[in-house]
């Protein structure tokens, strides 16, 4: 058991990061948050607007893979655990152009790592997925002993970012625990994944993209679910541990977009089934026994009610999206923190 009172979070501009930080200050007021991002395309402080002045909140822009600034930090601060968080994590564009995944989610990993070695962090959490065991066929579920298989280029470099947790634990004793969840959803997300794609394009009447057949299938957990998941992990998680997080809601994606068309009432004519993504993993299912048993842990939410609820967030946060898609946030940090 740590004591988290001070928390490097890597990544806390992005979806689930962002919705980890406001999480956290809500229910531990007196904790300290501080968040190294390197607002990549999709990293945005508009995530974080009615959190990002509290005292307790402090921004740094940089790179994880940037040595002598995460040394710095942790130089300077005296952290309690780092949760990394921070990833390039669009499996479509990893197809396009793998390097950039494999610098920071291998390599970012292994400085951070290595930062923690240094100045002898009490804990390191990685923030994995469950794409890292590969694709399962109509049965089954993976669990925290299935052999990892990952098929795309993301998912090959969270694993092996999983493989060098494990080395840094055995070799050197650094305390770790490493998460992998299922697809979140829910206030925040990147307008490229499919649920924040589906709804906004939905309610542009632009047309919606299903790859291949729309029979993939995925275990759909609301990101909040996820949030209090780590929040049990990493008050009594045990150090050495994986655990998986799913949120029991599989679904294919025709079933999800179909829930967004009828919950808007929109015409299923906006689909439009095209080209297959290649390798494309047919389903997820996650068995997350160990956690509901060892940390009395699992999800709330039913995908309807968090459908719903992500829906009409979606509807009325129609600028955070529209500034996305337009590309006009960026230009606003361009202009704040430079193209760095
Ligand atoms: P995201 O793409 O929304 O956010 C990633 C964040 O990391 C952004 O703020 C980005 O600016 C930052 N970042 C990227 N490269 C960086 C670097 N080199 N240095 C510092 N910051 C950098 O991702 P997300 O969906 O919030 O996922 C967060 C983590 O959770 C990832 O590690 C991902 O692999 C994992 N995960 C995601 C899901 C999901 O469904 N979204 C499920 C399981 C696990
Ligand atoms: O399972 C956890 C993973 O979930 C995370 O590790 C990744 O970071 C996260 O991006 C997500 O990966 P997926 O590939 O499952 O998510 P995505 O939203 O890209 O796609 C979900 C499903 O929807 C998948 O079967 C592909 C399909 N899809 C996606 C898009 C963007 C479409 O049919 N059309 C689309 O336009």
Redesign the pocket.
């Known amino acids: 058991m740590v004591e988290a009172k001070t928390i490097l979070v ?8 962002s919705n980890f930080i406001h999480y956290m200050l809500g229910k531990y007021p007196s904790y300290r948050i501080i968040n ?5 395309y ?3 402080l508009d995530n974080l607007c009615e959190v990002v002045q509290q005292p307790n909140c402090t921004f740094v822009k ?4 940037d040595r002598e600034r995460v040394r710095g930090i942790l130089h300077d601060e005296r952290v309690g655990v780092i949760i ?7 499996v479509d564009r990893s197809i396009e152009d793998p390097d950039l995944f494999l610098r ?1 989610n291998i390599l ?1 990993t292994q400085v951070l790592l290595e930062g923690a070695r240094e100045a002898k962090i009490p804990l390191f959490i990685q ?4 794409e890292v065991y590969g694709s399962l066929g109509t049965k089954g579920f993976f669990t925290e002993a299935t052999p990892l298989k990952p098929n795309s280029p993301y998912a090959a470099s ?1 694993a092996a970012a999983d493989l060098m947790v494990r080395a840094y634990a055995k070799t050197y004793g650094l305390a770790s625990i490493i998460t992998r ?4 959803y829910g206030p925040y ?2 307008p490229e ?1 499919l649920i924040p794609l589906m709804i906004s394009n939905a309610v542009e009447d632009r047309e919606l993209p299903i790859y291949g057949d729309g029979l993939n299938v995925r275990d759909w957990i609301y990101v909040g679910d996820h949030c209090q998941a780590l929040d049990v992990i990493l008050h009594r998680g045990k150090s050495g541990e994986m655990y998986n997080i799913g949120g029991a809601s599989e679904r294919t994606n025709l079933q999800v977009v179909r829930t967004i068309l009828e919950s808007l009432g929109k015409p299923e004519s906006l689909i439009r089934f095209v080209k297959d993504r290649p390798g494309h993993d047919r389903r997820y299912a996650m068995d997350f026994s160990k956690l509901k048993q060892e940390l009395d842990w699992q999800p709330l939410m039913t995908f309807e009610q968090g459908i719903q609820q992500t829906i009409t967030w979606y509807v009325e946060h129609r600028d955070w999206w529209q500034r996305i898609k337009t590309g006009e946030y960026r230009e606003y940090y361009e202009r704040m923190y430079g193209n760095r």
Not at 10 to 17: A, E, Q, V
Not at 36 to 40: E, G, M, R, V
Not at 62 to 65: L, N, P, S, T
Not at 181 to 184: A, G, Q, R, V
């Open positions: 890597t990544g806390g501009c992005g979806f689930i990061g190294l991002d390197k607002l990549t999709c990293g945005n940089g790179d994880i893979a990394n968080f921070a990833a390039e994590s669009h920071t970012g923030i994995s997925t469950d969270k969840c299922s697809n979140n997300q990147f994944k």
